[in-house]
């Protein structure tokens, strides 16, 4: 079973869309991050957040982490194909000691010109 | 500043031929190093974590072994490789969850 269930897998739209990707569990997590990763690359953090109800901004993209923290969204306004890229979300759960994270299946996002 | 090498980057290997890939960390000690492999760019498996030399834990049985003989170096290995570990090998290293994990840059292993 995935602890973490990102929607969509994958979304296609024209640039300047706006688009939400979710993130959702039934577990706590104390942290929740964001990655994003390109064809033959590692995964690049974007964001962690911490606290629940907790609203980060990078750019045009806007990052929510649940009053419960156990979901989170990533909102992108006015997308560009730059922003084209496969989308993790990661969770550390609550009480971990190991730091590990468990990563969602991701979000395939394509942003045509 | 920190920085994580893996090597190599691409690799073409038998079925039944041995594997190393090595993973080393530069600027940081004690980190915790991890390995996945990535199946057709999408989710990650998280195959082995170690949170120090000679600490390894294994998430799923498979053909696969790891090491950590040195604090910032971290090793893949298998002896005989099998079709089915096609696929792209990611080595990340962290302080703890909250802080992120950095990835370094993957090796696309095709086993034929």
């Known amino acids: 079973t995935q602890l973490l269930e990102q929607s969509p897998q994958f979304l296609s739209i024209q640039e300047g869309e706006n688009l939400t990707v979710y993130c959702n569990s039934s577990s706590v997590f104390s942290s929740l991050q964001w990655y994003r990763q390109e064809p033959g690359e590692g995964p690049v953090l974007l964001v962690t957040?911490?606290?629940?109800?907790e609203v980060k901004k990078l750019k045009r993209l806007t990052f929510q982490f649940g009053d419960a923290r156990k979901d989170s969204s990533l909102h992108i306004t006015a997308a560009q194909p730059g922003d084209t890229g496969l989308y993790l979300c990661a969770g550390e759960e609550q009480g971990s000691t190991l730091g590990r994270l468990y990563f969602g299946r991701g979000t395939q996002l394509t942003v045509w010109p | 500043s920190q920085t994580i090498h893996q090597w190599p980057a691409t690799l073409v290997q038998p079925v039944g031929s041995p594997l190393s890939l090595e993973c080393t960390v530069e600027?940081?000690?004690?980190?915790?190093l991890y390995w996945y492999r990535q199946a057709a760019g999408r989710g990650l498996q998280l195959l082995f974590y170690?949170?120090?030399?000679?600490?390894i834990s294994s998430e799923v049985p498979q053909n696969l072994s790891a090491s950590r003989p040195q604090d910032r170096q971290f090793i893949l290995s298998s002896k005989k490789l099998l079709l089915s570990d096609s696929g792209f090998y990611l080595c990340a290293w962290s302080v703890g969850g909250t802080y992120g994990y950095t990835f370094g840059s993957g090796t696309r292993l095709t086993v034929v």
């Open positions: 957040v911490v606290t629940g109800g």
């Open positions: 600027g940081t000690s004690n980190p915790n």
């Open positions: 170690s949170v120090g030399i000679g600490q």
